[in-house]
């Protein structure tokens, strides 16, 4: 009994022995990452051109403006650093300016240009080496594209970069810019706008005979003619004084015709 108890126990503790190590193996890649990761220090911030120390993560700008780009590093471990590769990548929104890529270091304070500017591309650009606590940092400009390429409203627009020395993990930057685009006026302004026609009347060139300018009268159409009233169904009586004579004679005959014929009857 008491050995089989033993061999249980050597089992169990063989066992979890083994689990130690096997934890241990994988857990040592994550730990030197980690290591890496937090022996460089970066970062990313914009911007407008033409001004000075304004750097911000968001900077509020207008279609068409110039932007101004710093993407920052820093070795913050304790052994030298070589081969550090800086990274940008531009969306559509934004179209980097060609010789614009500055890098400034302790050695180059002023800043120069690099050899090939491959600052967006995947390959990047070599800074150099740098010991403990060094730093450096790289430049570049920016257009934002017209205010046809972009959306009514807020555009949220974002440059991401990274930092990675050689045998140590990417460290990722970003930084952020909102462009407006008002589109109230597009909407409500004709894509043309028409010359209404002129209805002043032009001035005639002078009359050379009379020495004099004319000047047109504006005139007025004439309205309308309207329509005249129907004529009465019933008409007045012409009411002249020859009328008048006419009628007393024409009634003066009618009466003596009308007593003579009357006299007649009665005498027989």
């Given at each position: 009994m008491k050995k089989q108890l033993s061999n249980a126990f050597n089992s169990l503790w063989g066992g979890l022995m083994t689990?130690?190590?096997?934890?241990?193996?994988?857990?040592?890649?994550?730990?030197?990452?980690?290591?890496?990761?937090?022996?460089?220090?970066?970062?990313?911030?914009?911007?407008?051109?033409?001004?000075s120390n304004k750097w911000a993560d968001n900077t509020a700008a207008k279609p068409g403006d110039?932007?101004?780009?710093?993407?920052?590093?820093?070795?913050?471990?304790?052994?030298?650093?070589?081969s550090v590769v800086i990274?940008?990548?531009?969306?559509?929104?934004?179209a980097i300016v060609p010789g614009t890529t500055m890098v400034y270091n302790e050695s180059n304070k002023s800043g120069a240009k690099p050899d090939t500017d491959t600052l967006t591309?995947?390959?990047?650009?070599?800074?150099?080496?740098?010991?403990?606590?060094?730093?450096?940092?790289?430049?570049?400009?920016?257009?934002?594209?017209?205010?046809?390429?972009?959306?009514?409203?807020?555009?949220?627009?974002?440059?991401?970069?990274?930092?990675?020395?050689?045998?140590?993990?990417?460290t990722d930057v970003s930084a952020g810019v909102t462009v407006k685009r008002d589109?109230?006026?597009a909407a409500t302004t004709p894509s043309t706008t028409q010359k209404p026609k002129s209805t002043t009347?032009?001035?005639?060139?002078?009359?050379?005979?009379?020495?004099t300018t004319t000047t047109p009268q504006a005139t007025t159409p004439a309205p309308a003619a309207t329509p005249a009233a129907p004529a009465s169904n019933t008409a007045l009586p012409n009411t002249g004084a020859g009328d008048v004579v006419a009628i007393f004679a024409v009634a003066a005959i009618a009466g003596f015709f009308g007593h003579k014929l009357l006299m007649r009857r009665f005498a027989n």
């Open positions: 689990g130690m190590v096997i934890g241990a193996a994988a857990l040592v890649p994550t730990l030197v990452n980690a290591q890496a990761e937090s022996t460089v220090k970066a970062s990313a911030q914009s911007e407008l051109k033409g001004q110039s932007l101004k780009y710093i993407i920052n590093y820093q070795n913050v471990g304790s052994a030298s650093q070589e990274r940008a990548a531009l969306p559509k929104e934004l591309s995947e390959q990047g650009i070599a800074i150099g080496k740098y010991g403990p606590g060094a730093n450096a940092y790289v430049t570049f400009e920016a257009t934002v594209a017209a205010a046809d390429k972009l959306a009514c409203g807020d555009n949220q627009i974002k440059m991401t970069g990274s930092v990675q020395p050689k045998d140590v993990a990417k589109c109230s006026a009347p032009t001035t005639p060139a002078s009359d050379p005979s009379k020495g």
